[in-house]
């Protein structure tokens, strides 16, 4: 076994990859990624130390959020860039030690991670095998223990986008390093779960900065027609999540004779009312992460990838994309972090452009998005009305991940196949699945209102709790509402935490159950949130129109 990863959905065989990432990630890549979790436990130990003497800065929790960013599936392939991340955690980590030891603080007696040090660069790798996720040799307890690590590497993944934007809340911190230091200690099944639900929560609050963070930087999104045609000029496609990399973006290239076109999970960059202001922003272009490759191909322009998402780059179009943030691959330019008060220079890619043909049309038409919550909010007396009337009967949330699997066809076909009195409401690139349907609408209130992002799916926990008020309801669960989630990965493993701890009950995930969950550990969330796989379309329909 040279490597051992079940994060994603797509694990070999639903058990775990240990030859090669189906995602792509290389062998090396993936022991690396373990390595620096290691050394964040160890960070996390001593964080939680400086935490009680009041030592733990917001630097801290911004380097454990980004390092935590790069492991995520489909972020980062660039191992040196892991071999420079592992250092300079081991530096972090000595450092904050350093610190506390002048305060007079205890840090003898802690886990290997807050110790070990590599004597040479074959140390790292012969560390990392013997320190991943089967390390943890009781399978329950690495259940418990990794459900955590992945619930966490979407927190941080959504708190990264919130300090990008100065927004930081102290508090996630500090849950952040008590949660990794946890991993290290012989705690109770009880405790363990309690720091589960407790991610879930945090989760909910690190979606809260966000979306403050997105919306009093950008606005709050409005219903918006996309173009998801192609225009005459040459063109720059944006994948990824970062919306401050777009608006650099876009304020570099207004005269240049370019036009900027999102893909993927930036589909709801569109919906800002910021952005809007920029003439050349032309629309999107194409679906979900994983058609890339032949859509990265057809754009003919370069492809600038700002977060998660990236796929095996092809020799087609590895000469026009860059990286930047916490995404990488190797050989492919990586376009360098700002510098403090500055923004990124996107000369390189920008000359590039105006060198290349315009994209070449996949499609025509537009698709309708911007459904957060203040605009549904803004619209709640027309959903109300139509709720008493009988003619919305159900909300079906379908929110989540897209995926290469056939069977995700599963989701169009629950899209095509819900009565016509059920809206979808939606968030992150699950929509590709759907939301170019022609399902009508229900009195001027589309069947698939788009949220936005993953990282959006707060929205529709705000849009559900306000219809709760609304109706006069004391649980969630009373609602009119279906809850039908796609998942790939730990980002929506983030919001699926988030959803039990408020208490949302009969949610049907899939395509598969994460690889991660132990007989044991799924028995405890079926019985305690009635979580099942999805199956039987038409089944599947029929129980949740039933409410069950």
């Known amino acids: 076994m040279s490597m051992f990863c079940y994060q994603c959905q797509e694990t070999a065989a639903c058990k775990g990859c240990s030859v090669k990432g189906v995602c792509g990630k290389q062998p090396d890549t993936a022991n690396l990624q373990d390595l620096l979790v290691f050394i964040l436990k160890g960070i996390g130990e001593l964080g939680e130390i400086a935490a009680q003497k009041g030592l733990l800065t917001d630097q801290h929790g911004e380097f454990i959020c980004s390092a935590l960013f ?40 802690l886990s290997e991670a807050t110790t070990w040090k590599p004597a040479s660069k074959a140390d790292y790798l012969a560390k990392a095998l013997k320190v991943g996720v089967l390390s943890t040799e009781n399978e329950d307890v690495r259940s418990l223990r990794e459900l955590l690590i992945y619930g966490l590497k979407g927190i941080a993944a959504y708190a990264d986008h919130a300090c990008v934007l100065g927004h930081k809340n102290p508090d996630i911190f500090k849950f952040m390093v008590k949660a990794l230091a946890s991993t290290t200690k012989n705690l109770s099944v009880d405790e363990m779960v309690g720091l589960v639900m407790a991610a879930g929560e945090q989760a909910v609050n690190t979606m809260a900065l966000l979306d403050k963070a997105n919306t009093s930087t950008y606005g709050n999104p409005e219903i918006t027609e996309v173009n998801i045609g192609v225009g005459t000029r040459p063109g720059i496609l944006v994948s990824g999540h970062d919306l401050k990399d777009f608006k650099e973006l876009l304020e570099q290239t207004k005269d240049a004779g370019i036009d900027i076109y999102t893909h993927s999970e930036m589909l709801p960059a569109n919906y800002y009312p910021e952005f809007k202001k920029y003439k050349h922003f032309h629309g999107n272009y194409g679906n979900a992460w994983w058609k890339q490759a032949e859509e ?21 179009y590895k000469d026009r994309i860059y990286t930047t943030g916490n995404a990488g691959y190797p050989g492919v330019k990586h376009i360098a972090d700002r510098k403090d008060g500055g923004q990124k220079d996107f000369s390189q890619i920008i ?5 290349c043909q315009p994209p070449t049309e996949i499609e025509k038409g537009k698709i309708v998005g911007g459904f957060a919550h203040n605009q549904v909010l803004a619209l709640a007396d027309k959903v109300i009305a139509a709720v008493k009337s009988g003619a919305i009967k159900r909300f079906v949330v379908m929110a989540g991940c897209d995926g290469r699997h056939a069977n995700r066809s599963y989701f169009t ?22 939301n170019k ?12 209102l788009d949220a936005g992002q993953c990282n959006d799916s707060y ?48 949610i049907r995930l899939g395509p598969t159950l994460p690889a991660f969950l132990s007989p044991n550990v799924a028995k405890v969330l079926v019985e305690k949130f009635n979580i099942m796989p999805t199956g039987d379309v038409k089944a599947d329909i029929e129980a949740m129109m039933a409410g069950k």
């Open 351 to 355: 000359a590039q452009a105006k060198k």
């Open 437 to 448: 349907l022609q399902l009508g609408d229900i009195g001027g209130i589309p069947r698939v």
């Open 296 to 316: 990265f191909a057809s754009f003919n322009g370069p492809i600038l990838m700002t977060t998660n998402c990236i796929t095996p780059v092809k020799d087609s």
């Open 413 to 434: 076909d629950v899209a095509k196949g819900l009565p016509e009195g059920t809206v979808i409401l939606t968030a992150g690139c699950a929509k590709y699945r759907y």
């Open 459 to 506: 929205s529709l926990a705000v849009i559900a709790l306000k219809l709760k008020e609304v109706f006069g309801l004391k649980d969630i669960n009373e609602l009119p509402l279906s809850f039908d989630i796609a998942w790939y990965e730990q980002k929506a493993v983030a919001v699926l935490l988030a959803l039990l701890f408020l208490g949302v009950k009969s």
């Open 70 to 109: 790069t492991t995520i599936t489909n972020a980062n392939f660039d191992d040196a860039r892991f071999y420079a991340m592992v250092d300079r955690a081991i530096e972090v980590r000595d450092e904050l030690k350093k610190k506390l030891v002048a305060a007079g603080a205890k840090v003898d007696g």
